[in-house]
């Protein structure tokens, strides 16, 4: 079976740093997949390039065996780490924006209900608190109902009970069916969310696994100890 | 191109202006102050071209003494009481002549032979009136300073408007990462450069023609030409310096190099396209000079049609430079055109 999205051999050279060293995995359809590591270790640069934003220096990723195109804007949903809307615009407005490129998508009522948006909808979108603006900016990535889900560290900046919520979302659209691409740097957060995870250091993917096989088979009872075992130095939050 | 994602990027990008009172209300309010206080500034019989210091015997007016000899209009007397004062004020040029006319059987006038007003009044002292011509007199409307001052001041808005408006808008949205966001779904570059250039226009439009005819009913301005002559040049002057914009922010990811580029294209349409004063008799270089720039010939175009009664077929050169500065710097920036920050 052709796999949702496979990544090959990728390397991101800046210069007098390679940011993304030799990346390769593949991602089945109906999963999500953790890209676990600390700041600055190429996740960011790594996704981006997967989503077809960045240009990677060589490699390439093929999504449902065929080099990203139009369909792949089309049957993706992309939350970026830091994204800016813009002002004096209403979540109700941005959502018909973003609803309005694509020719298919989620009825908006139904986005509404399921990011919980409904409280704010006329409230100006730089008026939002940091756990509604995150799901206001999950629903424009669901807009389109996408095959694949791309949440670059979607709870970074959010309280411990915000981003709790933010998990029982993504729970519940994992729920649905969706494949999920998840980078984060919250052990816990790649534990609870991901079936596989693949940690990263230094722009390269030093182990990959389902969380609870890279417990065993490094004989840890956490992740930060995997990772502090892998690569020498602790994942700091 | 995608009518339904234009249409939604348009919508949005004109929210966002109007439900920006500062900007909205500086757009509006800017160039309505500027015209009203420019007409107020210049209204009434028109300011005295020359001025005149007066030594009158006492009791009568400077302008009662005077206006036998040089008549009354467009020169205002001024009387002074000390001839050693007012010679050092027409050494200065404070004074363009001084008359001193207390004794009849023994006038005497000073000028300064390097003041041109003083010249002009020596003559018009000697008589006026040569031997062997005949006056004719025309009449006819006068043009006055805010008539031919109008379309500079709302071109000079609508260049800020069309410049800043866009170029600056695309930075911040492409700093932000919003343009980074929007590269994610399906819209293409044409479809959301195309909606950012009809909002600026609409509105910029909108905003012009409103200022405009507000102004035109308390002052009546000198009109000549068809109204759809002159919307038409304006909207072409509008779509050149709106592209001009977008070709600035094509690739520019900082707020503070945009603000500094757009200056340089400012700055001498200010000085340079006739928004305050003509542009004739300047050096050559400098007419040249401002040939490249969209603002002349949006001025020389609106002028024309207003005061002189021309169509836009007596102003194809302007037509034509307009458009093609319009074309080459849309193409250009939209081949230029870059989502993110690299």
């Known amino acids: ?237 | 191109m995608d009518l339904r994602r234009y249409l939604a990027v348009l919508h949005v990008r004109n929210l966002e202006f109007l439900r920006d009172r500062g900007t909205f209300g500086w757009n509006v309010a800017l160039p309505l102050v500027l015209v009203l206080g420019i007409a107020f500034v210049f209204s009434g019989q028109g300011r005295p071209l020359f001025k005149v210091g007066v030594l009158a015997p006492p009791g009568v007016s400077a302008a009662v003494a005077a206006a036998p000899h040089l008549g009354d209009q467009y020169i205002q007397f001024i009387m002074v009481d000390d001839a050693a004062t007012a010679t050092t004020k027409v050494e200065r040029h404070q004074l363009d002549m001084l008359i001193d006319v207390r004794d009849p059987t023994a006038l005497r006038y000073w000028v300064n032979p390097s003041s041109p007003r003083g010249y002009a009044l020596e003559r018009m002292l000697d008589g006026g009136h040569p031997p062997g011509w005949e006056r004719g007199a025309i009449s006819g409307r006068e043009v006055r300073y805010v008539d031919w001052l109008v379309p500079g001041i709302l071109g000079m808005n609508m260049m800020f408007s069309c410049l800043f408006g866009v170029g600056y808008v695309i930075v911040r949205y492409r700093k932000s990462g919003y343009l980074k966001r929007l590269y994610a779904t399906p819209l293409t570059a044409i479809e959301f450069l195309a909606a950012q250039v009809t909002s600026r226009l609409m509105l910029t439009l909108a905003i012009t023609v409103v200022v405009f005819v507000a102004t035109d009913l308390l002052l009546d301005f000198y009109m000549l030409g068809r109204w759809i002559d002159l919307l038409v040049i304006t909207a072409l002057g509008a779509i050149s310096m709106i592209s001009l914009g977008l070709l600035v922010a094509s690739r520019v990811t900082s707020e503070e190099l945009a603000g500094g580029l757009l200056n340089v294209l400012t700055w001498p349409m200010m000085l340079l396209s006739g928004v305050w004063f003509s542009m004739e008799g300047t050096p050559q270089v400098l007419q040249w000079a401002a040939q490249m720039l969209p603002l002349t010939h949006m001025l020389t175009g609106a002028r024309a049609i207003m005061l002189d009664g021309k169509s836009l077929l007596d102003l194809w050169p302007q037509v034509a430079a307009l458009t093609a500065i319009s074309v080459g710097s849309l193409s250009l920036g939209a081949w230029w055109f870059r989502w993110r920050v690299d």
């Not at chain 1, 030799?22 to 997967?50: D, H, Q, R, W, Y």
């Not at chain 1, 979540?91 to 009522?109: A, K, T």
Request: net charge negative.
């Open chain 1, 1 to 237: 079976m052709t796999p949702l999205i496979e990544v090959r051999d990728l390397i991101k050279q800046f210069p007098g740093v390679r940011a993304v060293d030799g990346v390769s995995f593949t991602l089945g359809a109906g999963t999500c997949f953790g890209l676990l590591g600390p700041n600055g270790a190429g996740k960011t640069t790594t996704v981006e390039m997967i989503e077809g934003i960045t240009p990677p220096t060589s490699g390439s990723v093929l999504y449902k065996g065929e080099p990203l195109g139009q369909r792949f804007k089309l049957e993706a949903g992309i939350q970026f780490q830091s994204t800016a809307l813009q002002d004096f615009i209403t979540v109700r407005e941005n959502l018909r924006l973003f609803r309005s490129f694509y020719p298919r998508g989620m009825e908006l009522d139904a986005l509404i209900a399921l990011c919980s948006l409904g409280e704010f909808l006329d409230r100006d979108a730089r008026k939002l608190s940091g756990g509604q603006r995150q799901r206001l900016l999950l629903a424009l990535a669901l807009v389109n109902d996408p095959d694949i889900l791309f949440l670059d560290e979607p709870t970074t900046g959010l309280d411990p009970q915000a981003r709790r919520n933010f998990w029982d979302l993504v729970r519940e659209i994992r729920a649905r069916g969706k494949t999920i691409l998840l980078t984060t740097h919250y052990m816990e957060e790649a534990y609870v969310l991901c079936d596989r995870i693949a940690i990263m250091d230094r722009g390269k993917i030093v182990a990959e696994a389902a969380p609870d096989a890279l417990l065993k088979q490094h004989g840890c009872a956490t992740l930060d100890e995997v990772f502090l075992k892998l690569t020498g130095h602790e994942l700091k939050d």
